[in-house]
C-alpha cells in the first residue's frame, strides 16, 4: 500500500479593539472612538483614532491589503481614508467607491470570509466591530457599542489522510476457500479488516477518496479482479476484491464498495472512487477495508502482490 500523509492545519482568527501602542498583530481598521465614531483605514495616522484600532492577530501571513487573497470587511466614505462613516461590502453607493478597509493573506489557498450579523458573529472567528446601522451610512465603534456586527474568518485549506498500516497479506492461498488479508500479511480464513484510513477535511464541499492499482500479479498472471458488480466470490473462481465501512464524521463508501459484496474495477493507470464526504466540518471518519480473494487449481503457484495507491481530494 502506497500513501501520502496530509497534515491538518487550522488556525482562528482573534481580533479586538485596543490601542495602537498595544497592537502586537495587524490593524485592519482605526476609528476616532468606542462608540459614534468616524473610521480611516490602516494607513492614516489621525493620533486622536490611536486609541481605537482593529487588532487582529492568530493567522500566519494576514495582512490588510486590498489586493491578492483578500476580502473588504467594510467600504469608507471619505476620498483620503479618514473621517469617514462606512457601508457594508455588498453596498455600491458612489460616494463609498473610492476607500475599503480589507482583511488579506499572503497565502493564496486561505478563504477569508467577512459577514454582517445581528447581536454575535456565530460561525465565524471572531467580532472585528459592530456599526451604528446597516447596511450604509454608518458610524462605527468596538465590538460591543451596537447591534450590528462585522465578523471574519479565515482558515487554511486543509487536509488530513491516514492509513493504519503500509501492508497487508492473505497468507497461503487455495482453491477451497476464500482469504482475508490481515495487517500483519498472515491472511484470515474468516472476514476481517485488513487496513483503515482516517480522512478529514476544512474544504467546505469535503473531499474524495480515490484508489488506483492492479488486482494481485506474478509473472504476468493475475487474479482475477472482481469489477465493480458486487458479490461474494466463489471459493475456486479466481477473484480479488475489496469492500469498505465507514464510521463517525461524514464520510460516505461509494459504491460498489459500500455492499455486504466485495467489488474492484481500478487499475494502475485508472482510479476507482471508494468514499466522499460532502461537509467540510473537520470531523474525521475511518474507512475500514476489507480484502478478499480465492484461487482456481491451476493458477501458477507464485508470490502474488500489487500495490495500492490511495489519493485524497479536497473540494475546496
Known amino acids: 500500500m502506497i500513501f501520502i500523509p496530509i497534515s491538518y492545519i487550522y488556525a482562528s482568527l482573534s481580533c479586538s479593539v485596543t490601542t ?21 483605514i490602516p494607513s492614516q495616522t489621525t493620533p486622536s483614532y490611536d486609541g481605537n484600532v482593529i487588532c487582529c492577530t492568530g493567522v500566519i501571513g494576514l495582512g490588510n491589503s486590498c489586493s491578492g487573497n483578500y476580502e473588504v470587511i467594510a467600504r469608507l466614505s ?18 463609498y467607491n473610492n476607500t475599503k478597509a480589507c ?34 451610512n454608518s458610524q462605527v465603534g468596538n465590538t460591543l457599542a451596537y447591534n450590528n456586527k462585522v465578523c471574519a474568518k479565515v482558515y487554511s485549506q486543509s487536509i488530513s489522510f491516514s492509513l493504519s498500516s503500509s501492508s497487508s497479506g492473505f497468507g497461503n492461498l487455495n482453491s477451497s476457500g476464500l482469504r482475508y488479508a490481515t495487517p500483519d500479511s498472515l491472511g484470515s480464513s474468516s472476514e476481517t479488516e485488513s487496513y483503515s484510513l482516517v480522512v478529514s477535511t476544512n474544504a467546505p464541499n469535503g473531499y474524495v477518496v480515490m484508489l488506483k492499482g492492479d488486482a494481485p500479479t ?6 482475477n479482479p472482481i469489477g465493480n458488480t458486487p458479490l461474494i466470490p466463489v471459493p475456486g473462481s479466481k477473484a480479488f476484491g475489496i469492500r469498505a465501512l465507514a464510521s463517525g464524521g461524514s464520510g460516505v463508501v461509494s459504491s460498489p464498495y459500500n455492499s455486504s459484496g466485495f467489488a474492484y474495477d481500478a487499475t494502475s493507470s485508472n482510479f476507482t472512487t471508494l468514499a466522499s464526504s460532502s461537509s467540510g466540518d473537520g470531523s474525521s471518519t475511518t474507512y475500514s477495508v476489507h480484502s478478499v480473494v480465492t484461487i482456481d487449481s491451476l493458477l501458477d503457484p507464485g508470490n502474488y502482490s500489487t500495490s495500492l495507491t490511495y489519493v485524497v481530494t479536497g473540494n475546496f
Do not use: W
Open 20 to 40: 495602537s501602542a498595544s497592537c502586537s498583530g495587524t490593524v485592519l481598521l482605526r476609528m476616532s472612538g468606542s462608540s459614534n465614531a468616524q473610521a480611516e
Open 78 to 95: 471619505g476620498l483620503t481614508g479618514t473621517n469617514s462613516h462606512v457601508e457594508q461590502n455588498n453596498q455600491s453607493n458612489t460616494n
Open 103 to 136: 482583511i488579506s493573506s499572503s497565502f493564496a489557498g486561505d478563504v477569508i470570509t467577512v459577514g454582517y450579523q445581528p447581536n454575535d458573529c456565530t460561525g465565524y472567528d471572531t467580532t472585528l466591530f459592530s456599526m451604528g446601522k446597516t447596511p450604509t
Open 218 to 223: 506474478y509473472n504476468a498472471k493475475t487474479i
